[in-house]
């Protein structure tokens, strides 16, 4: 079943996406080559709490930590550890906070430093597939048609999107109907009504789709070790057209994909 958020709903959505923003922002001047992912889950549950919000991931079907960093090969649901950021590393990071009762969802994936060009086009292309979904949320329009020009964006890029994860409603739950797949067929699907709210992320691998999952039973890892990038973001379609709650002007205009080595 899919819930269409009143106007008041969405306000709350709009403060819990904005606090989450900056969740984000303070994380990117934090984080630094050589620090471990324990280090960046612990910062970002302090930075959690200090915007009076809950994370939304921890315990979450028994997931153990706060916030997801993937790296490299990693997918998505990468769990923090003592292993340590070198430069070059891709890190992917994905973060759910709860505020108010609902929940904010985003992801980005940044480079330690100096990153392949490979690495860049990768990361390029998989924040701009996002875009191109969203370009689809028209009233009107069916789910199957913003998957269906992800998958080609990405696809005409020469990458291929991860078939075994989709992107979600959201709003009291993170995960709500309707599933949002990046690949599809136009024309399919559930349509898209005023005041739903959808987390749209791109999951994009280098290589094949294909994936395992590690023996710590979250872990997803390209089968051919090949890197991936994740981003995504809370968008909620308003009478006006969609409205990106976790986006910002850095991210959409003048985008750093780089961490600071100092
Ligand atoms: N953004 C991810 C998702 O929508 C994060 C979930 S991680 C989990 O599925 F640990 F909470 F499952
Ligand atoms: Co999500």
New binding site residues.
């Given amino acids: 079943m899919i819930s269409l958020k009143s106007k008041r709903e969405i306000e709350i959505m709009r403060e819990a996406a904005q606090r989450l923003k900056i969740v984000f922002e303070e994380l990117k001047r934090f984080i630094k080559p050589a620090m471990t992912t324990l280090e960046i889950d612990a910062k970002a549950e302090r930075l959690i709490q200090a915007q009076k919000a809950k994370p939304?991931?921890k315990g979450?079907?028994g997931?153990p930590a706060c916030i997801?960093t993937s790296m490299n090969e990693e997918v998505?649901?990468g769990i923090p550890s003592k292993r340590r950021l070198n430069e070059g590393d891709l890190l992917s990071l994905?973060i759910?906070l709860i505020y108010e009762g609902y929940v904010s969802?985003a992801?980005r994936t940044w480079s330690i430093g100096q990153a392949s060009e490979e690495a860049l086009e990768l990361m390029e292309v998989t924040r701009r597939a996002l875009y191109v979904g969203m370009s689809q949320m028209k009233l009107g329009a069916r789910i199957g048609d913003l998957s269906h020009k992800i998958q080609d964006y990405v696809e005409s890029h020469g990458f291929s999107v991860i078939r075994d994860?989709v992107g979600?409603g959201i709003g009291r739950a993170?995960?709500e109907d309707p599933q949002v797949p990046n690949f599809g067929k136009p024309g399919h699907g559930p349509k898209l009504e005023a005041g739903l709210v959808l987390?749209i992320?791109p999951m994009v691998a280098a290589g094949s789709w294909e994936v395992d999952i590690l023996d710590d039973a979250?872990t997803v890892v390209t089968r051919d070790r090949q890197l991936a990038a994740h981003y995504?973001d809370t968008i909620v379609l308003t009478e006006h057209g969609p409205e990106n709650l976790t986006g910002s002007q850095e991210c959409e205009e003048n985008v750093n994909y780089q961490v600071s080595m100092v």
């Fill in positions: 939304a991931f979450y079907r997931y997801c998505v649901h994905d759910g969802d992801a994860f979600h993170m995960h987390a992320e979250w995504e």
